[in-house]
C-alpha cells in the first residue's frame, strides 16, 4: 500500500521536493500550493481526508498549519540546518559585502543559525532572530523595520516573505531546502508509517459489564425479564461489534468481551477519547455500562490489559470507560474533558502503596492529576474535582499523605460561603 502524501508549501519549493519524492515508490504526492490560512481553507480542506501524511516545505509552513489546527495525520516539515542554512549565508555575505551581525534572520531559533554559522567557519554572533512569530505580515515588518532604522542590511527569510522585502527595497534571501533534508524526512515519514500500521493491527479487547438492574423497571422484577434483558444486550453488542469487524463472547452474567484490532477502536472512540454510541442501550443510564479497553502485540496481553483498565474504570466510579495500553499507560475516563494518563507499573509508587494502603492506580491517578494542575499545590476541593471522587475521600488521601511526609500544609483558605478553612498542601509523591 502507497502512502498518499499530501505537499504545502511555495511552488518553487513543491517542485524541488516532488523531484526527490518522485525516486520514492512508497509515495503518491499531491501538491498544494499554500501560504495563508486563506489558502489552506480553500484547497486543502476538500482533500483533508485522502492524505495519509502531510508534509510542509519549511517550518514557517509547518506552523501556520499548526496554528490553523484542522488536519488530524501525521505532519511533518522540512528541516532548514546545516549546509541548507551557511550556503544562504555565504552567499548573502559575498553578494552584500556585510557582517553576519548585519543580517536578520526568522523561523529558526538562534542555536540553529549559530550552528550553521560554526560549520561555515563564522564566528561573529548574530544579533537579530525572530524563532517565535508565525504571522506573515509580522515577519515582513520585522525585517522591514530593523532594516528602515539602519541595523540590518539584508534579510534571511522564506517564501513569500522575501518577495515583500525586496519589493520594500530590502535585500531578501530565500532559504530552500537541500536534497539532503528533503531525504532525511522522507525516511521519518516512511517509518512513522510503518509504525503506526503495526499500532493498529495490534490486538485491542474490550471487557464490557452491564448492570442490568438499571433497565429494571421498579416492582417487576423476574428471572426472566433479566434473561430478555441479556439477549437484548447481547444482541446489541453483536451489531457494535460487527462495525469494528471484531467478535463477542459472554463472560458471565451482564459480562462481555469483544476482541478487534486497535486501529479499528481507535476510530470508533475518537482516538481513545470518546465512548462509542450503541443505540440500543440508550434506555440505560451512562451509569449501566463500564468497560476496560486492552492493547497489546497478543490477545493473552490485550487481555489483560483490559481487565487491568476494568479495575481502574470501576475504580473510578460506575459507567466509566478506560484504556490499558500495551506499554502499561491508562488512559481515561473517555467521554471527559479532562483525560488522565498515567503509568501504573511503577516500583516507586507500589512502595508509597505499602506505606499509606492507597492503591497504586489511586496513586497513580493523583500523580497524573498533579501534572494537571497549575503548581503542586491543592486542596481537598480541587483534588477532588480532578480525580472525581468525593471530597471526603480527598481529604483522606491528603491527611494520610501528610501523616506519611509526601504532603505538607502550606496554607489555608476561607471558602466564601460558611464552613470551615481549606487546608492548601503541597505533594510531592516523588
Known amino acids: 500500500m502507497k502512502i498518499r502524501l499530501g505537499l504545502i508549501g511555495a511552488a518553487d519549493s513543491l517542485t524541488f521536493v516532488q ?25 486543502v480542506v476538500p482533500v483533508l481526508d485522502q492524505m495519509d501524511m502531510w508534509l510542509c516545505m519549511g517550518p514557517i509552513t509547518y506552523n501556520i498549519v499548526l496554528e490553523w489546527n484542522k488536519i488530524d495525520a501525521p505532519i511533518f516539515y522540512i528541516a532548514y540546518k546545516g549546509s541548507t542554512l551557511y550556503k544562504t549565508i555565504l552567499r548573502v555575505l559575498y553578494e552584500q559585502q556585510i ?5 536578520s534572520f526568522d523561523s529558526i531559533d538562534v542555536a540553529t543559525w549559530e550552528q550553521a554559522l560554526v560549520e561555515a567557519g563564522i564566528t561573529t554572533k548574530i544579533k537579530y532572530v525572530e524563532s517565535e512569530m508565525i504571522s506573515l505580515g509580522g515577519l515582513t515588518q520585522y525585517h522591514y523595520e530593523l532594516w528602515k532604522s539602519g541595523k540590518t542590511k539584508a534579510a534571511i527569510t522564506g517564501h513569500p516573505i522575501h518577495q515583500e522585502l525586496r519589493r520594500l527595497g530590502v535585500p531578501a534571501y530565500r532559504n530552500l531546502p537541500s536534497s539532503m533534508a528533503v531525504e532525511t524526512v522522507l525516511v521519518s515519514i516512511l517509518r512513522t508509517y510503518e509504525m503506526l500500521q503495526y499500532k493498529s493491527s495490534q490486538i485491542a479487547v474490550q471487557i464490557i459489564e452491564i ?77 449501566a455500562v463500564t468497560c476496560g479497553i486492552g492493547i497489546g502485540q497478543t490477545v493473552y496481553d490485550a487481555e489483560i490489559n483490559a481487565g487491568n483498565a476494568l ?17 502499561k499507560k491508562i488512559s481515561g ?12 507499573a511503577s516500583d516507586h509508587l507500589q512502595s508509597i502503596s505499602q506505606k499509606t494502603g492507597f492503591s497504586v492506580s489511586t496513586l497513580n491517578k493523583l500523580n497524573a492529576t498533579l501534572k494537571k494542575l497549575p503548581s503542586n499545590e491543592a486542596n481537598a476541593q480541587e483534588l477532588a474535582k480532578y480525580m472525581k471522587i468525593p471530597e471526603r475521600s480527598a481529604r483522606r488521601i491528603l491527611t494520610t499523605l501528610e501523616e506519611e511526609g509526601y504532603a505538607k500544609v502550606v496554607a489555608t483558605e476561607k471558602p466564601h460561603t460558611r464552613g470551615r478553612p481549606r487546608k492548601i498542601y503541597t505533594i510531592s509523591l516523588t
Not at 312 to 323: F, N, P, Q
Not at 333 to 344: A, D, F, R, V
Open 311 to 327: 479495575i481502574h474504570a470501576k475504580e473510578y466510579g460506575k459507567g466509566i470507560w478506560m484504556v490499558c495500553f500495551d506499554d
Open 99 to 103: 557582517n553576519v551581525d548585519e543580517i
Open 333 to 344: 475516563p473517555l467521554g471527559t474533558p479532562e483525560q488522565l494518563m498515567y503509568s501504573y
Open 19 to 43: 523531484t526527490i519524492i518522485d525516486t520514492y515508490p512508497e509515495f503518491i504526492c499531491t501538491p498544494i500550493e499554500c501560504i495563508t490560512v486563506d489558502d489552506l481553507e480553500q484547497k
Open 211 to 287: 448492570d442490568s438492574f438499571q433497565g429494571l423497571k421498579r416492582d417487576s422484577f423476574s428471572t426472566d425479564e433479566l434473561v430478555r434483558m441479556e439477549l437484548k444486550y447481547t444482541e446489541t453488542l453483536l451489531s457494535y461489534t460487527k462495525k469494528i469487524l471484531g467478535s463477542v463472547k459472554p463472560s458471565g452474567f451482564g459480562r462481555y468481551v469483544i476482541f478487534t484490532t486497535r486501529g479499528l477502536l481507535q476510530d470508533m472512540t475518537e482516538d481513545f477519547t470518546s465512548v462509542p454510541h450503541m443505540e440500543d442501550l440508550s434506555p440505560l443510564s451512562n451509569e
